[in-house]
């Protein structure tokens, strides 16, 4: 199994998002996948010109000369590709978006009906391929995530994709302080870790395993009361009126 992960976060593996990406794919390596992970904070990728290039006068290839001609031909390969974003204004973070719209050279401009629903057909056909999700998020609740998870489902739905699952962590800034400071939160990257092993061995992750990913670590109330304090104190220290 080859597993093609980005991580879109721009502090990359010092960020929350991190804090659950690396064990799930540490687990993935340890079922025996094949794992290569890129930052994207790293990569050069520009935004989608929408010119249409990719279908018309060069199929499958993009005119623009950047990092995506080096991602592509590992996105064609990749049995599982892993997209992993912190939530920016309820969607996917900056440079995640650019990698995103740089698939449309992946499927053919012609458009299909596939289980009722107008969609383009995917290219290459003969490699069928699973999607994860992996996200963190500053709110604590975990419907935060949805409009992720609709983009998510609407990516597969359109490309032929086989939507694996999510793997989501609400009220991340206080886990990571809790797990920096060896609280009792080490279940929830034990879970990051077991839900990669499935994935690799058995093609599916558990529900249970990854509700404890989104499990509870602390009540809202206290959490809102800690964040508002963090931010007093950051304002104060800066001279912020």
């Known amino acids: 199994m080859k597993v093609l992960a980005f991580n879109s976060s721009p502090k990359m593996d010092k960020g929350n998002t991190a804090l659950i990406l690396n064990p799930f794919l540490d687990g993935m390596q340890a079922a025996g996948a094949e794992v290569e992970l890129f930052y994207t904070s790293k990569l050069n990728i520009d935004p989608c010109q929408g010119e249409l290039h990719c279908w018309l006068n060069s199929p499958g290839e993009c005119f623009q000369q950047d990092d995506m001609q080096m991602i592509h031909p590992k996105l064609r390969e ?6 992993a974003t912190p939530v920016y204004v309820w969607g996917v973070s ?9 698939l449309i050279p992946m499927v053919e401009p012609w458009v299909e ?7 383009h057909p995917i290219r290459d056909a003969s490699r069928p391929k699973k999607i994860v ?3 963190t998020c500053g709110f604590w609740e975990l419907d935060n995530f949805e409009p992720l998870l609709v983009q998510m489902r609407m990516l597969c739905n359109t490309a032929g994709f086989n939507f694996a699952g999510a793997l989501l962590r609400p009220a991340a800034p ?4 809790m797990l920096a400071n060896e609280m009792d939160v080490t279940d929830v990257v ?3 870790e077991k839900a990669g092993r499935e994935l690799a061995t ?3 992750m558990s529900d249970d395993v990854l509700k404890v990913i989104s499990r509870e670590v602390i009540e809202r109330d206290s959490y809102v009361s800690m964040m508002n ?8 220290r800066a001279g912020a009126k």
């Open 133 to 135: 999700l992996v996200s």
């Open 229 to 236: 304090s963090y931010f007093d104190r950051k304002l104060a």
């Open 78 to 83: 990749a049995d599982v590709l892993v997209f």
């Open 190 to 192: 034990s879970a990051a």
């Open 174 to 177: 206080i886990f990571s302080v």
């Open 113 to 119: 009906l596939r289980d009722g629903h107008s969609v």
């Open 94 to 102: 900056g440079q995640m978006k650019n990698l995103m719209d740089r």
């Open 202 to 204: 058995s093609g599916l």
